[in-house]
């Protein structure tokens, strides 16, 4: 959230994001991972640690939630959470503003 005198994270993303449960079931492991796939670009290696629960909704795949899988859901959920250290523009030259609906 931006305003004209701070810059500071949207606080009912994070509470909606800490209340996510563990996923036991593909029927709720899917919406985990589209919430968390629209802020793939701010995870650091997204892929990396999400391959363990996409290989779970593979069609053949039998769902086993590893210890692996506990650990990548924990690792995601946290990085929503998590307030990212943002920086106000440069006022210098020309600013892009990217507004999302």
């Known amino acids: 959230m931006i305003s004209s005198d701070k810059i500071e994270v949207d606080k009912t993303k994070v509470n909606l ?5 563990l996923s036991t079931c593909v029927k709720n492991l899917r919406p985990f991972l589209g919430h968390v796939g629209f802020y793939r670009r701010f995870i650091k290696d997204f892929s990396k640690v999400a391959k363990h ?12 939630f590893s210890k692996e ?6 690792t995601l959920k ?10 106000p523009p440069v006022w ?3 600013l892009y503003l990217c507004v999302m609906h």
């Open 17 to 21: 994001s800490t209340n996510i449960s």
């Open 53 to 64: 629960l996409s290989s779970l909704l593979t069609k053949d795949m039998s769902f086993n």
């Open 69 to 74: 899988c506990e650990f990548a859901f924990n």
């Open 78 to 87: 946290e990085a929503l959470i998590m307030a990212r250290i943002l920086q």
């Open 92 to 94: 210098e030259g020309h």
